[in-house]
Structures are given as C-alpha cells and as structure tokens.
C-alpha cells in the first residue's frame, strides 16, 4: 500500500508494519533482531547495513552499532545467534532494576 506520511507522499514502500495487541509480552528488541535476521536470510543480495567503515572514514560505525552502543547486535543478527545476546541484555536490566529500586519514590 502507498505511504500514508507526508515524508514519502504516497509512494508504494516495501517493508513490514507491525502491530502490538499486548504492550505487556511484546519485546520490541527480540523482535527487531529476529526481524533484521530473517530479512537478511531471505534477501542476502539487498540487505545492507546503514553505515560503517568506508574508503574516506576507515573508522565509520554502522547506525544500529551506534544506536546500541556496540556491535553485538549487529554481529548477533549475521550469526543468527541472538540468543545469548538477549540472555545478556536481560540478565544486565535485572541488575539494573535492582539497583535502582532504592531510589524510586512511587
């Protein structure tokens, strides 16, 4: 179906819309790796990572590595081995979450 933002003006666009029905067990973070894993499976030849390292800026970062604040993500989604990496991440928001109870007022 055509776009329906003003920032692509009605053009066809080719992508997945998803819609949570219960904000309680959606987990956006698993679902956007097994996403981009699934994609890049099916469509090796046109799937690109945004960014990187290129000839002017040896040093450039990929966006998601950015935007996670390393590459395990990245590296998690082209092993198709996220598993461990969800292990992690949900192990480390425990601890967060623990750490931080003391000082919540409400």
């Known amino acids: 179906p055509p776009a329906t933002s003003a920032k692509y003006?009605?053009?066809?666009?080719r992508g997945v819309r998803l819609h949570a029905?219960?904000?309680a067990a959606y987990r956006p973070i698993?679902?956007?790796?097994?996403?981009?894993?699934?994609?890049?499976?099916?469509?090796?030849?046109?799937?690109?990572?945004?960014g990187g390292p290129t000839p002017r800026d040896a040093n450039g970062q990929f966006w998601l590595d950015r935007l996670t604040g390393?590459?395990?993500a990245r590296q998690a989604?082209?092993?198709?081995?996220?598993?461990?990496?969800?292990a992690d991440r949900e192990r480390e928001s425990r601890a967060f979450e623990a750490r931080r109870r003391p000082y919540l007022l409400y």
């Open 70 to 72: 390393d590459p395990a």
């Open 77 to 86: 989604v082209e092993t198709g081995r996220f598993d461990a990496l969800l």
């Open 21 to 23: 029905t219960d904000r």
């Open 9 to 13: 003006g009605g053009q066809a666009l």
């Open 30 to 50: 698993p679902t956007a790796l097994a996403l981009m894993a699934e994609i890049r499976r099916t469509h090796p030849a046109e799937f690109r990572w945004v």
